[in-house]
């Protein structure tokens, strides 16, 4: 059995849990998911209509709001009875603040930022990038289960969780926490800079990189991207140039996005950029180097220059 470990924030869980829920079920293993915090019946329900055995709510006054403490000692208690084979969970913010403290606390091992699952002679081993990015290495936990695995956001995409004919079994799990004993004192919640747009939610991207040439350019992008209904991105170097935000930007040091139409205009397709676009379920790419590397990765290529190619697009689309 697979345990997920979804995450909610005010009873509204987040897309990478979706999508950490979908990686545990392309394992092929009975999964059961588990929910931590406070008034959590409509999160539960949601988490319930999955093809899961059964989702595991855990709602004590001491969870409403989020602590490292609280979350490993609820942890801790939950995977002791029942003993799953391996827990995963999303690889959040959260996650990377309790995960090593519950691995450390359940004596096992873990493994962070993982893309994918694969069964090798019977052995599960996990995916995860190395050195930024540059490499893929496969890794297979040592010693007893559980294992913990966090699966990268984006990495899988959460249109493939399967739903259940009727909804999973629902049981409150006793958290027996003493509010004492939990030593640190919650503040708000981490709040990053706003953003003009959270791209990982985006649903259509057009992306530019050095092939869009100046500044003046970006306008080009932004027009196919608003006849598309699209968000526009980019790779580092325009970021760093400051043709467009820093928010803005898709890549290992940036927003890793899986929308459902990525749109790659004059992007290369370094390793750096292609590891937070790659989870897209159609890669379109439009560049003039036929031996580009984005190439490899799209479903849909355009050899030519884009000043030519993306003012046709438009034209067609507004048309």
């Not at 409509?42 to 709001?65: G, I, K, N, R, S």
């Not at 609820?74 to 309790?98: C, G, I, M, N, S």
């Not at 003009?196 to 869009?212: E, K, T």
């Not at 890669?283 to 590397?293: G, L, S, Y």
Request: aromatic share 4%; hydrophobic share 50%.
């Amino acid at each position: 059995m697979l345990l997920v470990i979804a995450e909610q924030r005010d009873g509204v869980l987040n897309r990478a849990s979706a999508e950490a829920l979908t990686a545990a079920q392309q394992m092929g293993d009975e999964v059961k998911v588990a929910l931590l915090g406070a008034g959590l019946n409509a999160a539960a329900a949601e988490l319930a209509a999955a093809d899961v055995a059964e989702v595991l709510v855990l709602d004590a006054p001491a969870l409403e709001h989020y602590t490292a403490d609280g979350f490993v000692r609820a942890l801790t208690t939950l995977v002791a009875a029942e003993a799953p084979a391996l827990v995963v969970l999303p690889h959040t913010y959260q996650t990377r603040d309790f995960a090593p403290a519950l691995a450390v606390a359940l004596d096992r091992a873990l493994l962070t930022d993982c893309v994918r699952a694969v069964r090798r002679d019977g052995t599960l081993a996990f995916s995860r990038p190395m050195f930024q990015g540059k490499l893929m290495a496969d890794v297979v936990p040592l010693g007893p289960a559980p294992h913990l695995v966090t699966f990268q956001s984006g990495a899988v995409s959460a249109e493939g969780l399967a739903r259940g004919a009727t909804p999973a079994p629902t049981r409150a799990v006793d958290v027996a926490l003493d509010a004492a004993a939990i030593r640190q004192r919650p503040e708000a919640p981490f709040q990053e800079a706003k953003q003009a747009v959270d791209l990982s939610q985006a649903d259509r991207i057009v992306a530019v990189g050095r092939g869009i040439k100046g500044e003046e350019h970006v306008e080009l992008a932004r027009r196919l991207a608003e006849a598309l209904g699209a968000e526009v991105a980019a790779s580092r170097p325009i970021c760093d140039a400051g043709w467009l935000p820093m928010d803005r930007q898709v890549g290992s040091s940036g927003q890793t996005v899986a929308p459902t139409l990525y749109l790659a205009l004059g992007i290369s397709g370094a390793i750096q950029h292609v590891v937070g676009m790659k989870g897209a379920k159609t890669i379109v790419a439009v560049n003039k180097d036929a031996d580009a590397p984005i190439f490899e990765i799209a479903d849909y290529g355009i050899v030519g220059d884009l000043f030519d190619v993306v003012p046709a697009m438009i034209a067609a689309l507004e048309a």
